[in-house]
């Protein structure tokens, strides 16, 4: 982790907000979206509903539009209005601090419960989305396609103090280096991944090869390459897994 951490030295979330109730918002509307997109979309929203009392007043119907752009965008405002009115009446406006109470908000799981909490709340925090589930699997510092349980592993090998820190690395791993067809000539913990290690292994043995492309020796032996295993249930059934960014 020191070593992608150095690689990812701006690893951060990319969501532009300035209050938990912000993120909160912005991570809802992040689904299947990237979040450059919501970050277009949020400076208009936020003016327009400053805080999540604002925001309960609001219907679904006059939401939609607003958001519409974000994709989703019918069940991402049933999930915000939802948000927002248990948000004002079960904490009286201010977005709670826990995972039992994140998680118990219309339209808020783990993932964006922990988002919120890591970056917004000073709470520790593990996101697992796709791109942690490829990329521990890969490295083999986690083993499984269930983000709880990958969270699990990584919160265990890792302090308290770096658990934001690691989603938000592994996720910019992910999206640069590290992608589904990843680019390991450029990743600086080739040495000590698991994937890495079996596909070379493989490959010095002659042996057709499940490689990562742009590695180097199977494209210059002309040898066809294949995909890389993916982690998740995309990849389990055969999907192409769809890049956030
Ligand atoms: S060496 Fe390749 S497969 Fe392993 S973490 Fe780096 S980019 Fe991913």
Not at 9 to 18: K, M, N, R, W
Not at 98 to 110: C, D, N, Y
Not at 138 to 146: C, M, N, S, V
Request: net charge positive.
């Amino acid at each position: 982790m020191a070593r992608l951490e150095r690689q990812h030295p701006d690893a951060d979330t990319e969501l532009h907000f300035t209050t938990p109730y912000e993120l909160l918002v912005a991570t809802i509307l992040s689904a299947q979206c990237t979040d450059e997109r919501v970050n277009q979309v949020t400076p208009a929203l936020f003016t327009r509903y400053p805080d999540a009392k604002a925001l309960a007043l609001a219907t679904t119907d006059e939401l939609e539009p607003q958001i519409q752009s974000t994709g989703f965008f019918r069940a991402k405002s049933k999930s915000l209005s939802g948000m927002a009115r248990a948000v004002s009446e079960r904490h009286k406006g201010e977005i709670p601090a826990t995972m039992a109470e994140l998680t118990a908000l219309p339209g808020v799981g783990r993932k964006t419960a922990n988002v919120v909490l890591g970056h917004a709340l000073g709470v520790p925090g593990l996101p697992v989305d796709r791109h942690v589930l490829r990329v521990s699997n890969r490295i083999g510092i986690a083993k499984g396609d269930d983000p709880v349980v990958v969270e699990q592993q990584l919160c265990d090998a890792m302090p308290k103090a770096k658990w934001t820190k690691t989603s938000d690395t592994l996720i910019l791993h992910g999206r640069r280096i590290c992608k589904p067809k990843p680019l390991c000539d450029k990743c600086a913990v080739r040495e000590d991944c698991l994937y890495y290690r079996k596909t070379s292994r493989v490959a010095a043995a002659g042996r057709p090869v499940r490689k990562p492309q742009g590695t180097g020796s199977t494209a210059a032996a002309g040898r066809p390459a294949r995909k890389p295993q993916g982690t998740g249930s995309t990849a389990a059934a055969g999907r192409p897994a769809r890049a956030k960014k």
